[in-house]
Nanobody
Framework: QVQLVESGGGLVQPGGSLRLSCAAS????????MGWYRQAPGKRRELVAT???????NYADSVMGRFAISRDNAKNTVYLQMINLNPEDTAVYYC????????????????WGKGTLVTVSS
């Protein structure tokens, strides 16, 4: 069974920093593209950043220059370093990954974590 588990959310003051982590687990998996999305109260889920297996990155304009996505392929883990946070960054942050799993057959599916809450408030 493939799982994505996020960690690192919490309460931070405006101007502060946080680092989110997301680890993928499962037998015989290859993790391809990974990313972070967020959903603020009353709003639609939106892209924050993505990273390919080779390390190519893409960012939403609203986080460019403040957030940095990275990954460790050996650990099947993606990170999101966030600096200069502001109240508009308050949201549940979700990890996303495209994962190939070999088993009785072969599957190539998109998975989501359950989310981690980031609250930016003084």
């Amino acid at each position: 069974q493939v799982q994505l588990v996020e960690s690192g959310g919490g309460l931070v003051q405006p101007g502060g920093s946080l680092r989110l982590s997301c680890a993928a687990s499962g037998s015989s998996i290859t993790v391809n593209a990974m990313g972070w999305y967020r959903q603020a109260p009353g709003k639609r889920r939106e892209l924050v950043a993505t990273i390919s297996r080779s390390g190519s990155t893409n960012y939403a304009d609203s986080v460019m220059g403040r957030f940095a996505i990275s990954r460790d392929n050996a650990k099947n883990t993606v990170y999101l370093q966030m600096i200069n946070l502001n109240p508009e960054d308050t949201a549940v942050y979700y990890c996303n990954a495209r994962i190939v799993q070999l088993g009785d057959g072969w599957s190539d599916m998109e998975y989501w974590g359950k989310g981690t809450l980031v609250t930016v408030s003084s």
